[in-house]
Every structure is written in structure tokens, then in C-alpha cells.
């Protein structure tokens, strides 16, 4: 999965346009049950299967999608 | 205009009020000896309040911060500082922040799914929401086991619906589920603490609203109401001991309890069925000197596997004792209920030191059991059985003859919370008045 599958996640369950590579999860409101829905939604697009603390260590899309290119 | 409200909780007292500003003679009949129904506080300490029914609120409950700023109550923040604990089936863990220590991308899967059902829900209508047939007649732990959950995803459920509406999953509606949850403001909201419906407690207590809203008021205490006869000429409420005559009455408890009441010409449809539920909670209160785990760098909250308390929450009072609230709710609520005294006692403290070891024995124990509440029956609030919707909902805030319906489980917004009381009873007040400008008119 690129960063801009990673973006349109983000734009589902956060319900926020304005998401680029370098939002920050968190910062714009996301909490830990959101960020389980990013999970679940990198897991069916990708396959792979993160765990909280990567995304807390990984909060924007664009670190995210290098952590699961990584993980692909 | 005469007026008989029967009930002092949330919603009878702001229908009394609101019909009091606008020059009806109200008279509050109520059954138990105080006014709050469930909103009731208790002193853990000199000067220092705990809420044993109802606690929290967030931004959007809009009537009930105006009704507050108006009887002069401040809000205090839930403070969520520090680690959390978990006892989830493999020992005690501490983490960061209010995740568990579970499968994330199980969780998010239930997230989803929860996110989707609650979406298709329509809130202004319930029973007419597409699918509404087999959403009716599905439990939610028939529907969780549809979606072939993930073990920590069937772990979870149970523990959130405790949470967020006291249920047991196999005794709600997945309508009702997803109903609750839109009604409320949506999974998310529901459950945040900060930016959510936790955000904040009433500073000395929720039931200071009641209190207050009630000094203006004629209330009689020890009033059960047993009849309502509706006439051409007015309606008649029948206590033990006294008949009331008014013009309207409005019916402000639960469902379960309305049905308790003869109500002449008899309802078409009647408020509750059997299989409306009573919601499960059992709030424990342990006292200690002083909030000791935030020494500790812990935030007091914790959510366990086993019982009796499924969850923790530091609701110290500013500047008062350590108060460490325990959420006993669902299907454990029953096995609490039934247990002694002692065995509550000893069982929560126990859990307690597990959980935060550091712990000494506490100064104070108190347990506030709303199942065996023959005036509550229930709480947070009545749970609609498989079928209810379809069969209560469209009567559930139509008039019968003179009679009005008011109670938090008679508000399509925000269900089961205070807001919903006190917006069922603006409603119902704004009814009575209408009507009777029609009728003057
Ligand atoms: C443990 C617990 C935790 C909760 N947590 C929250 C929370 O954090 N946030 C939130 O917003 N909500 C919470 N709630 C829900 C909230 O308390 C209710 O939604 C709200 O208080 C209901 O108000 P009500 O006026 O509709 O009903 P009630 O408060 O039940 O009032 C009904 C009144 O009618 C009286 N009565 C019953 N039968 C008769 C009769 N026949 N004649 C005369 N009087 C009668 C009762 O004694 C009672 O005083 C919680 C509830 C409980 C119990």
C-alpha cells in the first residue's frame, strides 16, 4: 500500500479532507479506537498486519506506508 | 393549567420546570423519599460527593451544560493522566494510554463493523431504518458471532457494550445496539473521556441538578403513582393515599415502570415488553486518603476480563479523598448483585490491590446496586429486547389522551443519558403547551 492509500484511510475514519503524508494521526484528533480502524483498514488493503505501537511510533501516512512496505 | 408530572429524575424535574416558567400549577409526584432518580450522590467524605448513578457529560449535551450554567453547577474534568491496567486473561499489564493490550487489527475490524450498523440507523426513526426486520429480531451477540470474531474481538465486545450502554450482548437488539450508539453521538464519541461523553463530571455531583431544579418546585415524596384515569374533563392520578386532578399528566420513568401504572382507557400499545431489559450496573465506590495511583504515575483506569469490576475510573472530587469507582455492568452485574455484602466487599478490594497493588485497605466501601432499585429497575437505562422498536417505537412519544411521556428512554437523542432525559422532558413540556394552545384557540 503508497501513501495515498494510506491518506484515504486516514480520511475515512478520521473524516477529514485535508490529510497529506506528513498529518499526524493523533494531532488531528485521532485516538487509540480510531487507530485500530487504520489498522484493520491497512490490514484488508495490504495484508499486513501492524501493531498500535508501530502506529504510535509511525503516526503519518507517509511513515506508515514505509513501515508497511516494509512489512509487504 | 394543572399539571401532574409523575417522576423527580432528570426529565420529570426539567418538564416541571419549563411548565412552571410558562404559568402551569405543577405538582411532582415521586415515588421514592428524595428527587434525582438516577442521579444520586454519596458523601465519601465530608463535603466530598461520589455519583452513584449517573456521572459524566461531553460538549454536545448541549440542554443539560445550559441547564447547569443556568442552576449555577460547574463542570470538573475527568483527568486521564498516566498509564492504564489491564487484566485481560494473561496476568496484569500496565500500558500507555486507554488502549488494550489486544489484537488492534481485531479491534478495528469490530470497530468497523460496529461503525457500519451504526451508520445505516436511522435515529429519528428507528423502526422504519432500513433492515430495520432483521435488525430487530438479531441480538448482538447473535450478530458479533456472525462476523466470525477474532478472540480478542469476542473478548472486547462484551467489556465495550458494559461500558458504553450496561447490556449484556445477548439481551439487546442489534437495532437497539446501534441505535444507542448513533443516539449518543456515535462509537467514538461514546466512548472518548476527553473530547467525548466522559469529558467531565458535575463538580459536587450530578444530583445537585435534581436538588436544585426541585427547590422551586411543589414535589410530594412517597408518592407512587398507581392510576391515571383520563377524562373529558381532566385526568385523575391515584397514589396509595391521595387522588391528584389536572389537566395533563406526564409520565416521566421508565418503561418498565410506566407499565406498572393502570392507565385508563387502556394503551394501545403498551410501554415495555418482556423482553425490554433492565440495563446491568453496579457501581462501586472505594475510598482511600488520597487519589494514591497517580503517585504511581497511574491514571486509575483499568478494564479487566473478570469481574466484579470490568473497569476502573478515578473520580476523586478536587482537593477530596482518593474515590476509585468500579464498573460492574452486563451479565456480571447479576453475579455481583446476588453476592453478600461481604463477599462484594472483599471481592472488589481484592481486585483492587491486584490491579494497584500499592493500595492499602480503603477508608470507605460503598456499593450502589440500580438492578435491585424496585424504583429504577435498571440503569443506565431500559434495553430494548429483540423486537421492541419495531413494536414501542412509533407510540413512544405519542399522547395518550392526557397523557404525556417523558424519560430518557423516550429521546431519540442521546438515549439513556442525562441529555435525553432532560430533552425528553423539554419535549414533553412543549407538548402540553401546544396542545393547549390548540385547544384555547
Ligand atoms: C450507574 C449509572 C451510571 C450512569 N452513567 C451516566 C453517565 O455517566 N452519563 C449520563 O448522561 N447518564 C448516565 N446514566 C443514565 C442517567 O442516570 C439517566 O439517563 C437519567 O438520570 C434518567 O433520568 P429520567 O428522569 O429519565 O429517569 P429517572 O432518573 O429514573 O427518574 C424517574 C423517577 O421516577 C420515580 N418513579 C418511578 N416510578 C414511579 C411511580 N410509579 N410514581 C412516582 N414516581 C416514580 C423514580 O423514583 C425516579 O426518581 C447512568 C445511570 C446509572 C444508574
Not at chain 2, 284 to 308: K, T
Amino acid at each position: 500500500m503508497n501513501v495515498d492509500g494510506v491518506i484515504a484511510i486516514f480520511r475515512r475514519v478520521l473524516e477529514i479532507e485535508e490529510i497529506n503524508a506528513d498529518s499526524d494521526f493523533f494531532e488531528l484528533g485521532g485516538d487509540s479506537l480510531l487507530a485500530t480502524r487504520v489498522l484493520s483498514g491497512v490490514a484488508r488493503g495490504s495484508g499486513v498486519e501492524l501493531t498500535f505501537d508501530d502506529f504510535l511510533l509511525s503516526p503519518t501516512p507517509g511513515a506508515l506506508a514505509k513501515r508497511i512496505g516494509a512489512g509487504e | 393549567m394543572r399539571v401532574v408530572v409523575i417522576g423527580a429524575g432528570l426529565a420529570g424535574l426539567s418538564a416541571a420546570a419549563r411548565l412552571t416558567e410558562a404559568g402551569a400549577e405543577v405538582t411532582v409526584l415521586e415515588a421514592r423519599d428524595r428527587v434525582g432518580g438516577r442521579t444520586h450522590g454519596i458523601e465519601v467524605a465530608p463535603g466530598a460527593w461520589a455519583d452513584a448513578g449517573a456521572a459524566y457529560l461531553g460538549d454536545r449535551h448541549t440542554e443539560l451544560t445550559a441547564l447547569m450554567a443556568a442552576l449555577d453547577l460547574k463542570a470538573t474534568p475527568t483527568g486521564m493522566v498516566g498509564d492504564s491496567r489491564f487484566e485481560l486473561g494473561h496476568g496484569s499489564e500496565t500500558r500507555h494510554g486507554r488502549f488494550p493490550p489486544l489484537n488492534a487489527v481485531a479491534l478495528g475490524e469490530l470497530f468497523d463493523r460496529l461503525a457500519e450498523v451504526t451508520e445505516t440507523v436511522r435515529t429519528d426513526a428507528p423502526w422504519l431504518t432500513p433492515d430495520a426486520a432483521t435488525l430487530d429480531t438479531t441480538t448482538a451477540a447473535d450478530w458479533l458471532e456472525g462476523l466470525s470474531p477474532h478472540p480478542d474481538a469476542k473478548l472486547f465486545f462484551p467489556l465495550f457494550l458494559g461500558e458504553m450502554m450496561a447490556a449484556d450482548p445477548a439481551a439487546v437488539s442489534v437495532l437497539h445496539m446501534a441505535f444507542y450508539l448513533r443516539s449518543g453521538g456515535g462509537i467514538r464519541y461514546l466512548n472518548a473521556f476527553e473530547g467525548g461523553a466522559q469529558q467531565d463530571r458535575v463538580d459536587g455531583g450530578a444530583q445537585q441538578i435534581c436538588a436544585r431544579l426541585a427547590a422551586g418546585l411543589d414535589i410530594r415524596l412517597r408518592r407512587p403513582a398507581r392510576a391515571i384515569d383520563s377524562g373529558p374533563d381532566g385526568v385523575t392520578i391515584t397514589t396509595d393515599t391521595e387522588t391528584f386532578h389536572a389537566d395533563s399528566v406526564i409520565v416521566a420513568i421508565p418503561p418498565v415502570l410506566a407499565d406498572a401504572i393502570d392507565i385508563r382507557p387502556a394503551l394501545a400499545v403498551p410501554r415495555s415488553t418482556t423482553r425490554t431489559a433492565p440495563g446491568c450496573a453496579v457501581k462501586a465506590h472505594l475510598i482511600y486518603p488520597a487519589p494514591l495511583w497517580r503517585d504511581h504515575g497511574l491514571s486509575g483506569w483499568s478494564v479487566n476480563a473478570h469481574g466484579p469490576l470490568l473497569s476502573t475510573v478515578d473520580d476523586s472530587p478536587d482537593g477530596g479523598p482518593g474515590v476509585l469507582t468500579g464498573f460492574v455492568t452486563g451479565a456480571e452485574a447479576h453475579r455481583y448483585a446476588a453476592l453478600s455484602p461481604r463477599e462484594q466487599r472483599a471481592t472488589a478490594i481484592a481486585q483492587a490491590m491486584r490491579l494497584f497493588p500499592f493500595l492499602p485497605e480503603p477508608d470507605g466501601f460503598h456499593v450502589t446496586d440500580w438492578l435491585g432499585e424496585t424504583y429504577s429497575r435498571g440503569c443506565y437505562a431500559a434495553l430494548f429486547g429483540p423486537g421492541d422498536w419495531t413494536r414501542l417505537g412509533p407510540a413512544l412519544t405519542t399522547p395518550h389522551h392526557r397523557v404525556y411521556w417523558a424519560g430518557t428512554e423516550t429521546s431519540l437523542e442521546f438515549f439513556g443519558l442525562m441529555e435525553g432525559a432532560i430533552r425528553s422532558g423539554h419535549r414533553a413540556a412543549a407538548d402540553i403547551l401546544t396542545d393547549k394552545q390548540r385547544t384555547t384557540s
